[in-house]
T-cell receptor
Framework: DQQVKQNSPSLSVQEGRISILNCDYT??????FLWYKKYPAEGPTFLIS?????DKNEDGRFTVFLNKSAKHLSLHIVPSQPGDSAVYFC??????????????FGSGTQLTVLP | DTEVTQTPKHLVMGMTNKKSLKCEQH?????MYWYKQKAKKPPELMFV???????INESVPSRFSPECPNSSLLNLHLHALQPEDSALYLC????????????????FGPGTRLTVL
């Protein structure tokens, strides 16, 4: 059962326009969400995160929105640049009774920004 | 500095070989992780170390043996692997929150591309 879903495997956007990547989750215990960007043959690079006590977090061109009632989050990139072309992973974390917290990743969305 | 380094970058090994993957971080993080990633799939957690002690083993076969010799280093010893173990092996680290919970932002290394023949 996939607890974190990215239903769009790919997205193409024109340079300068907005890119919107979506992520849905099913586990209501998730309270922290992250977006990672991954180039081929490299490790994921942390982009931006949001706690469940917020509904928006912004860092430069990147903004993450969280809709807890819909169990949905999105990453907005504006303006999009060709260097943003990569696979974007959504990840979620839940408090657990033990000391460890694990990240649950979505399947990723390949973003292509066209010049 | 949010750098996690991994060596080697690429590794090709036979099914009877013994090899080790290495990971290092100097961010003062006290939690370190091993993930396995197959092509076009998300990373899958294998092991978690917290304060140099193994805290999570996600039912990983014993042919993978992790080791955390100190707070900056994490090794993954490989023995008698199968071709289906070929994947990108990622190391990550994070802070450990007060009261024992792992902090949420994990920083990843570039990975080791492993091919088992």
């Amino acid at each position: 059962d996939q607890q974190v879903k990215q239903n769009s495997p790919s997205l193409s956007v024109q340079e300068g326009r907005i890119s919107i990547l979506n992520c849905d989750y099913t586990n209501s215990m998730f309270d922290y969400f992250l977006w990672y960007k991954k180039y081929p043959a490299e490790g994921p690079t942390f982009l931006i995160s949001i706690s469940s006590i917020k509904d928006k977090n912004e860092d430069g061109r990147f903004t993450v929105f969280l809709n807890k009632s819909a169990k949905h989050l999105s990453l907005h990139i504006v303006p999009s640049q060709p260097g943003d072309s990569a696979v974007y992973f959504c990840a979620a974390s839940a408090r657990s009774s033990g000391s460890a917290r694990q990240l649950t990743f979505g399947s990723g969305t390949q973003l292509t920004v066209l010049p | 500095d949010t750098e996690v380094t991994q060596t080697p970058k690429h590794l090709v090994m036979g099914m009877t070989n013994k090899k080790s993957l290495k990971c290092e971080q100097h961010m003062g993080h006290r939690a370190m992780y091993w993930y396995k990633q197959k092509a076009k799939k998300p990373p899958e957690l294998m092991f978690v170390y917290s304060y140099e002690k193994l805290s999570i083993n996600e039912s990983v076969p014993s042919r993978f043996s992790p080791e955390c010799p100190n707070s900056s280093l994490l090794n993954l010893h490989l023995h008698a692997l199968q071709p289906e173990d070929s994947a990108l092996y990622l190391c990550a680290s994070s802070q450990v929150k007060v009261a024992g919970g792992l902090a949420d932002t994990q920083y990843f290394g570039p990975g080791t591309r492993l091919t088992v023949l």
